[in-house]
């Protein structure tokens, strides 16, 4: 997809929920969301809460059912400004760190 357009579509979101229903490597569409300034949403995966969402300090996690979704996502409408400061203040340190450890 173009720049544009994932631009276009990242400033149509309010919240961005990652659909992905197994375990992955790095997300790139929920660190692009985060980037855009949109609360991000992704089911509870070691792999996503370990790299991304860590602790649930840049996002908002849930389980793979409906009303753990629904949960999350009325805190992701609520708080959501408090995920987005805790990401731009904290997201560059925290992987400047990890870096740093390896």
Request: proline share 5%; charged share 20%.
């Amino acid at each position: 997809m173009s720049p544009s357009k994932l631009q276009a579509f990242y400033n149509a979101i309010d919240v961005f929920v990652n659909p992905t229903l197994r375990p992955q490597g790095l997300d790139l569409t929920l660190m692009e969301a985060m980037m855009s300034g949109k609360p991000v949403m992704a089911l509870r995966f070691r792999s996503i809460k370990g790299s991304i969402v860590v602790e649930d300090e840049f996002g908002f996690m849930f389980a793979p059912n409906v009303v753990s979704l629904l949960e999350a996502l009325e805190l992701a409408v609520k708080e959501g400004s408090r995920s987005l400061n805790n990401f731009s203040r904290n997201f560059l340190q925290f992987f400047f760190f990890k870096t740093q450890q390896l």
